[in-house]
């Protein structure tokens, strides 16, 4: 019975092209993330900041950029990881040779030479497509592993190829503890989803649905192909590298280039198809699956009073990885949003049976 949008009526079109027409979801979302700012610091420990939440957020910004390219536009890529490693060695680059630079400026110089990577690997869609395209954002996974394994010159001549990071300052600002890293993390995850709201109900971001439904037929009514998914590699890879440099700065401090190698590619994947393709809110639920699974597959067995060695948790998570896959893409194609969205449909239609 609450809700209900009976009198919600729109007199303007602003009123009908606002981000959430509902009143009460506006109200959700306000209070969710003043929940998130305010009540979340008061509540949570330093263990859940380090192992869940903030990994859970930074993967979020991650996962929203591949499924503008993979749920929004249609492409593939399995190189995702690669420009996440393409944003880590950027900030990292920036702030040792141009110590003075504002961090946030580091962010997004680090975005952009991420998203210009993406564009040069993305050139193939032009031409290819399916399987093809899959195999060639693949070279871009290992190309870009072995460029900076190989090239020290990233590194900075570090001889086992490591790099370490100092705190960040901000604004006189030193974000060093977990409170301050999960307040940063999270104001950059709330400005980059209002951001790729507001692109996908753009005109580039109706372009990238035309394209995924039918690219002969949107090039058909004028939409240029070509331009719609360079675009769209190139937003894929600014979130992907501004969630690397988050990676590397807030959450693991110091990394190798093994840190991003394809396994976290195919989580990324793994997140959208079960979180659900083609739905903003899809990469934060499958982010908060893939990040949760592991820790809950790690303690259930001392729940039970059984004991399994690391080895056979480790296979029986890519074995529930592998069958969650299969039975979203069989089931439920839209993942847990879709989920989450007749769950809303019944509340609205509550309690009568039509």
């Given at each position: 019975m609450l809700y209900r949008e009976n009198g919600q009526?729109?007199?303007?079109?602003?009123?009908?092209?606002?981000?959430?027409?509902?009143?009460?979801?506006?109200?959700?979302?306000?209070?969710?993330?003043?929940?998130?700012?305010?009540?979340?610091?008061?509540i949570a420990s330093d263990y859940w900041f380090r192992a869940l939440i903030v990994p859970f957020l930074i993967l979020s910004i991650a996962a929203i950029g591949l499924n503008i390219l993979v749920g929004y536009c249609g492409q593939i890529s399995?190189?995702?990881?690669?420009?996440?490693?393409?944003?880590?060695?950027?900030?990292?680059?920036?702030?040792?040779?141009?110590?003075e630079l504002n961090f946030l400026l580091v962010l997004l110089l680090a975005g952009t030479i991420s998203a210009l990577?993406?564009?040069?690997?993305?050139?193939p869609s032009l031409r290819i497509k399916g399987l093809y395209l899959a195999v060639a954002?693949?070279?871009?996974?290992?190309?870009?592993?072995?460029?900076?394994?190989?090239?020290?010159?990233?590194?900075?001549?570090?001889?086992?190829?490591?790099?370490?990071?100092?705190?960040i300052e901000l604004f006189g600002w030193t974000v060093d503890s977990p409170v301050d890293k999960y307040w940063f993390v999270l104001g950059v995850v709330v400005v980059m989803t209002l951001a790729a709201k507001n692109l996908v109900r753009s005109a580039i971001g109706r372009s990238w649905m035309a394209i995924r439904d039918m690219d002969v037929a949107a090039e058909v009514i004028g939409i240029r192909a070509g331009w719609a998914k360079l675009s769209a590699f190139a937003v894929c890879s600014f979130y992907a590298g501004v969630a690397g440099a988050l990676w590397g700065f807030i959450h693991l401090g110091a990394w190798e280039p093994l840190a991003f190698n394809i396994n976290v590619s195919f989580?990324?994947?793994?997140?959208?198809?079960?979180?659900?393709?083609?739905?903003?809110?899809?990469?934060?639920?499958?982010?908060?699956?893939?990040?949760?699974?592991?820790?809950?597959?790690?303690?259930?067995?001392?729940?039970?009073?059984?004991?399994?060695?690391?080895a056979l948790l480790s296979h029986i998570e890519f074995m529930i990885f592998g069958a969650l896959i299969v039975f979203f893409l069989i089931v439920e194609p839209h993942g847990l949003a879709r989920l989450w969205a007749i769950g809303k449909e019944k509340l609205r239609l509550w309690p009568f049976p039509h």
């Open positions: 009526f729109k007199t303007t079109y602003r009123a009908d092209q606002q981000m959430l027409p509902i009143l009460q979801d506006r109200f959700f979302v306000v209070a969710l993330v003043a929940a998130a700012f305010l009540v979340v610091p008061l399995l190189g995702q990881a690669a420009f996440m490693s393409v944003g880590a060695y950027a900030a990292f680059n920036f702030t040792v040779r141009v110590p990577a993406g564009m040069v690997f993305g050139l954002t693949l070279a871009a996974q290992f190309f870009i592993d072995w460029l900076f394994i190989r090239v020290k010159w990233f590194t900075n001549n570090s001889p086992s190829g490591a790099v370490s990071t100092s705190p989580n990324l994947l793994f997140m959208i198809i079960i979180g659900g393709m083609g739905s903003l809110l899809g990469s934060f639920f499958g982010a908060a699956f893939i990040v949760m699974l592991p820790l809950i597959l790690n303690q259930l067995p001392g729940w039970f009073g059984i004991e399994i060695s690391t």
